[in-house]
């Protein structure tokens, strides 16, 4: 299974705007219902996650533009280097950067899970009132702040209401539609807006993007590029010290935790080339150890999604009723697999993906670049996932589980662009709605 997900997500990763919570989280969704063993599904997301944020680094070098959500902090720092002419300099940078961070913070974020462990208890005793600390706390990081803050209450409401009349219908609650529905909520909304008469001059197009290819270099490594090679000693150290500090932290997401890690790397480098690319490694190095992080440390320690990868694109390794649930007593990857399994799983993930992708984006990034931007139909990916939401909603809940989940997608997107509210933040919300909303009314 992980030698799947990284195959898999090392080919999405190429395709540019392919956001881990409307592709990971699907799929990973899709291989619990399967009833694939415990030990395959941390496996096969871990090899995904990682694949892909290795990958995720060339359309961001080579191109100019970001091949996901998190790899936007790279990209200011990859049209510099395209500027001077070093495309290829910038990604080798960031793969390297990527695999040592990865390596490093596995063990990491299982020893800080591992710390915290003996807190589980009493955390579980106060979830409800947990995730509307967590909720609110996501939330002001969210782009909009307290736009998105004071979006909570109205967002939460909805998200009851609708669940209360849903498990009315079918004698069920439902949880898989309205995760799906969150995560396609951007896509909804453009979609509505593109076939409103009145939305669709705010979305204008004048003639089809086109895109320059930076040439390739001649590559000078062997099939498996060292990355202590790859980066200088220095560079090595400070991204090593970044990752075993930012795998410590499982409340901030991997976007401003790249930033923030960029904005204090960078203010003590003044040559601007060792800047530029020593920031090229460290910022994609920040997204592998901050998703790991915010997967493994509340995954082992709580058994509860209280990061917002945890509640994104992780959430079925959380709650994927009726194999996983945190809803009574929490029966998921918490109960099934021990501390140790975690390591080792952890760590042969992120071996499969060094092993198989990491190689394979070094030496030949331009070739898979240019095949994926003349051969594969960005709308015809994109239609792939939704149609597989579809199947998961329908599985679910029917025609009505389908109608939620497109409900949803509609305010999810709604808020994510007028609030500039996350999809961390909505998924916060459901925990609220679905934990916390019923206490206020006995």
């Known amino acids: 299974m992980g030698l799947t997900g990284a195959l898999v997500f090392a080919g999405i990763g190429l395709v540019s705007g392919t956001d881990e ?4 989280g699907p799929l990973t969704l899709l291989v619990v219902l399967l009833g694939v063993p415990p030990a395959g599904v941390i496996t096969f997301f871990l090899a995904g996650a990682v694949a892909k944020h290795m990958t995720h680094a060339i359309p961001t070098t080579l191109l100019g533009i970001p091949g996901d959500t998190t790899a936007v902090p790279l990209l200011e720092d990859a049209r510099a280097m395209r500027r001077i002419g070093a495309p290829h300099i910038a990604l080798r940078k960031a793969l390297a950067g990527g695999l040592l961070s990865a390596a490093i913070a596995v063990p990491v974020s299982v020893g800080v899970a591992s710390l915290l462990a003996p807190f589980a208890e ?25 736009a998105a803050v004071a979006g909570l209450a109205p967002f939460t409401l909805a998200i009851a209401a609708l669940s209360g009349f849903a498990q009315g219908v079918l004698d069920k609650p439902l949880s898989i539609s309205f995760f799906l529905g969150i995560a396609i ?92 690319s020593t920031l090229m490694s ?9 998703y790991i992080a915010e997967t493994l440390i509340p995954l082992i320690a709580f058994g509860l999604p209280l990061s917002p990868v945890a509640a994104g694109p992780a959430a079925a390794l959380f709650n994927a009723p009726p194999v996983f649930t945190v809803e009574g007593r929490v029966h ?24 198989v992708v990491y190689p394979l984006a070094m030496r030949h990034a331009r070739t898979a670049s240019a095949w994926v931007a003349r051969r594969i139909s960005h709308e015809a990916l994109i239609g792939a996932f939704a149609g597989l ?14 109608l939620v989940t497109v409900a949803v997608g509609a305010l999810a997107g709604a808020f994510h662009r007028l609030l500039g509210m996350t999809s961390g933040a909505q998924y916060m919300a459901f925990y609220v709605a679905t934990l916390f909303v019923p206490l206020l009314t006995t």
């Open 21 to 24: 919570t409307s592709t990971l």
């Open 122 to 146: 009493p955390v579980q005793e106060v979830i409800p009132y947990v995730f509307v600390a967590v909720a609110l706390l996501v939330a002001y990081f969210s782009p909009g702040r307290w």
């Open 332 to 355: 998921n990857l918490h109960t099934l697999l021990s501390t140790w399994q975690f390591l080792v799983f952890g760590l042969l993930a992120v071996a499969i993906a060094a092993l």
């Open 185 to 276: 909520g951007p896509l909804v909304i453009d979609l509505l807006i593109a076939g409103s008469r009145s939305g669709r001059g705010t979305l204008p197009r004048s003639a089809g993007k086109a895109f320059s290819l930076a040439p390739e270099a001649v590559a000078s490594y062997r099939w498996f590029p060292n990355p202590f090679r790859v980066l200088t000693r220095r560079q090595a150290g400070t991204t090593a010290a970044v990752a075993a500090v930012t795998s410590t932290t499982f409340m901030l997401s991997p976007v401003a935790t790249a930033v923030m890690a960029g904005e204090v790397v960078g203010a003590r480098i003044k040559h601007p080339y060792q800047r530029l």
């Open 389 to 402: 939401i579809c199947v998961v909603a329908w599985y679910e809940g029917g025609v009505l589980g389908l």
């Open 282 to 290: 460290v910022k994609n190095g920040t997204t592998e150890s901050t």
